[in-house]
């Protein structure tokens, strides 16, 4: 069912959002990694405190929080609704230019800047279940930052509903927006005290209904191969080539197996993401990704294995092999509490929607945050096509899932009392 008596701003939201460039970049160290993401957060602070929410700040680190103080006296776990500023750098994220293509009838989107790009529902099969729905797209040259300004605007939403509509009773509610989500540091400086919440959604999800709580573990390996240095013209029974040992090694990387292009489902992957190098040392950088979080070692295991294969053909070359943890699957800490998923599959219906709970074959910022002491499941916004030039949302998607939270406010409040 509609809101009662609201017209949503989620759409209107989005494609002022998704104009401000806010690409993140996994090569700077600083926090947040750019500080172009800060101008969008800057925007959502003066429009939350436009909506009546006075302590709305942005910190230092790039993150944004905000209070939307509680309207009933029952004693309710203090809730966080947490999306991510950033675009991906995986496409170009400036210059974006929003599209709104009314009543979608499932025929081929085009695009004005890039004549030759096409968004068709043969290979977005997407499309088809949303006939008559509002698309958003960009204009053919850069990614549209559904992924994850739809979260925000989403987010955004539901306080200036929740705001304007106090006879609807909930609990304090807790506002997070964070930078560099798609550089895997997304709450590496979240205060955790000062956001004090008890459980947490992230709104980052795709399909209509998708309620996500699990997520792959995940870790880095670096793979550092040393070489021996001579002159080329001088080199015979001297030089060791450390490039030529890297490829070696990337070379007997299985190819119908263990990697991203043949794995699905909750089958885990090695994957290497970088490589670079010279005479003396060459780097190759892997992801490495499984549900099963003690699998990671094995995976790591084989990897080293294969390092070391590599250097025993190259005499005089060595190595060195480095593991750091990136996250972990969110489902062994929601496992212990499962009404955090329960209820929001509850809001979700009574919206009317159909719900699936999914594996996310990647992680969100709630896999973190679970293990940092806010249990977090993901919840669906509409955005599909993500990291691309075909990403699109659904205007609907979207304003459906104002509704969910609106209902999930509500359930929380309802079982305080029970």
């Known amino acids: ?29 600083s926090q947040p990694s750019t500080e172009k993401q800060k101008d969008l957060s800057r925007i ?22 905000a209070t939307i103080p509680a309207t009933t006296t029952k004693e309710v776990p203090v809730l966080c609704f947490c999306s991510h500023v950033d675009t991906a750098p995986d496409c170009s994220g400036t210059g974006v ?39 958003i797209t960009a204009s053919g040259t850069t990614l549209l930052g559904a992924d994850d300004k739809a979260g925000v605007a989403i987010i955004m939403d539901l306080a200036a509903y929740l705001i304007t509509h106090p006879e609807v009773e909930h609990g304090k509610i807790r506002i997070l927006f964070t930078p560099d989500e798609e550089v895997g540091r997304g709450v590496a400086a979240v205060d955790m005290q000062k956001l004090g919440a008890h459980y947490g959604y992230t709104l980052d999800g795709g399909e209509r209904g998708h309620l996500e709580g699990e997520t792959f573990s995940a870790d880095s390996a670096t793979v550092t191969f040393y070489g021996v240095s001579a002159h080329p013209g001088y080199a015979k029974g001297k030089m060791v080539h450390a490039i030529k040992v890297a490829s070696a090694f990337v070379d007997m990387l299985p190819k119908d197996q263990w990697c991203p292009e043949v794995t699905e489902g909750m089958e ?64 062994e800490i929601l496992d212990g509490c499962p009404h955090v998923m329960d209820y929001a599959e509850e809001a979700m219906k009574r919206t009317g929607i159909e719900v699936q709970r999914m594996s996310i074959r990647g992680g ?55």
Request: hydrophobic letters at 40%.
């Open 1 to 29: 069912m509609a809101l009662h008596n609201y017209e949503h701003s989620v759409a209107g939201r989005f494609m002022r959002y998704v104009q401000v460039d806010t690409q993140s970049d996994p090569t700077s160290p």
């Open 44 to 65: 959502l602070v003066e429009e939350l405190h436009a909506i009546g929410l006075v302590d709305a700040e942005l910190d230092v680190h790039g993150y944004v929080y």
């Open 97 to 135: 230019k929003p599209r709104l293509h009314a009543a979608n009838d499932g025929a081929d989107i085009s695009y004005p800047d890039d004549p030759t790009l096409v968004l068709s529902a043969k290979d977005h099969p997407y499309l088809l279940q949303r006939i008559g729905d509002d698309i």
């Open 268 to 331: 885990g992957f090695v994957h290497p993401v970088a490589i670079e190098g010279g005479l003396e040392k060459a780097t190759v950088q892997f992801i490495v990704r499984d549900f099963d979080t003690a699998r990671l070692a094995e995976h790591e295991a084989r990897l080293k294995e294969l390092a070391q294969l590599a250097i025993s053909e190259f005499p005089g070359s060595t190595m060195n092999f480095v593991v750091k943890e990136q996250y972990r699957n969110m489902k």
């Open 364 to 418: 969100t910022d709630g896999s973190r945050l679970s293990f940092m002491g806010l249990p977090c499941p993901n919840i669906f916004t509409g955005e599909m096509g993500i990291h691309s030039r075909q990403e699109y949302v659904s205007v609907q998607d979207m304003e459906k899932a104002v509704e969910t939270l609106v209902h999930l406010c509500g359930i929380w409040t309802e079982k305080a009392g029970a």
